[in-house]
């Protein structure tokens, strides 16, 4: 299942399971920990007093009591030192450890923090970097849905060089795209699922508008040379890439049920652009590509829209990271890419 960045007040997540980042004796003195406690109510004050002292980079669960979440995983990560002393061992031991328990206990979801952003000082934009890094790393083993939740707009740092650059793009009119054309090449049909036998062939570039094709023909028969439908494409790329299938839907950020939904009905699967272009992403292909992959579905990337001109950026800046891709959309208000 994918990784999401969400705006989100952690305490209101009706998830399994959601993080708490305490101190070792779980008192909710600030921050998380205080937010969680009183919307828990006095019951989780009374457990977390049985179980305590909580180690460094360790965890433990209580129930969620008046929370929406059925759980919490409560751990205590590092005050920052200078990043000298050890401090990303534990933050990761952290994000591991509630991570494992959640899967572990056979949670579908769970939802994150950022783990010692706030009174511990640990630097924001480090902390979200490093998540992603370890969760997606988890993720790529494991199925779970995962949550970041960034409560406060100031709570992390994004890019300062790149949202200016991108800012400064979003601000022009005119196209900053230079879009090359392929020629027409043929691929045979393949066995099993992945074969349809009516396709016509396939190309990179947008094809033309036909003129004058359709005389004396009725539309039956016109339609029997439709295009392939965007499973069939997508397997198609798969194949080319050298991926396998769970290499793919992981890399899209996409989950697995999304993808048995497009394995078992190839015909009539449409996907949502987001997750169309996460594939696209996911498969590193070029501007040509992804636009023939959309166009499969009956969807484009214009000039016009500013998610839309994100990943036209990144695509031709050959930045296939799927996670800082999504950072920018999370910073401009856009919908993030996967599932």
Known sequence: MPLKIIRQDITKMPVDAIVNTTNEEMIGYSGVDLAVHRRAGADLDAECAKIAPLGLGTVKMTKGYNLDAKFIIHTSGPVWQGGLNGESIILRSCYNEALKLAYESGFESIAFPLISAGAYGYPKDQVLKFAI?????FLYEHELMVYICIHDPDSYEFSRNLYRELSEILSQTESFDNETHCSVRYEAPRASMRAPIAYAPRCSAPQPEESGSVAGQSL???????????????????????????ECYKKANVDKKTFSKIKCNPDKYKPSKHT???????????????????ASAGLTLSRSFT???????????????????????????QVLLGC
């Not at 696209?280 to 023939?292: G, P, R, S, V």
């Not at 839309?308 to 959309?329: M, P, S, T």
């Open 220 to 246: 039956h028969e016109y339609m029997k040379k439709m295009d392939k439908s965007f499973a069939y494409k997508l397997f198609d790329y798969i194949d080319e890439k050298g991926l396998t299938d769970v």
């Open 276 to 294: 169309a272009v996460a594939f696209a992403i996911a498969l590193k292909l070029n501007l040509d590509e992804t636009q023939e992959l959309l």
């Open 307 to 333: 998610f839309d001109r994100i990943i036209r950026y990144f695509i031709q800046k050959g930045n296939y990271d799927i996670f800082e891709i999504n950072e920018a959309l999370f910073e401009f208000d």
């Open 133 to 137: 890094q370890v969760i997606t790393e």
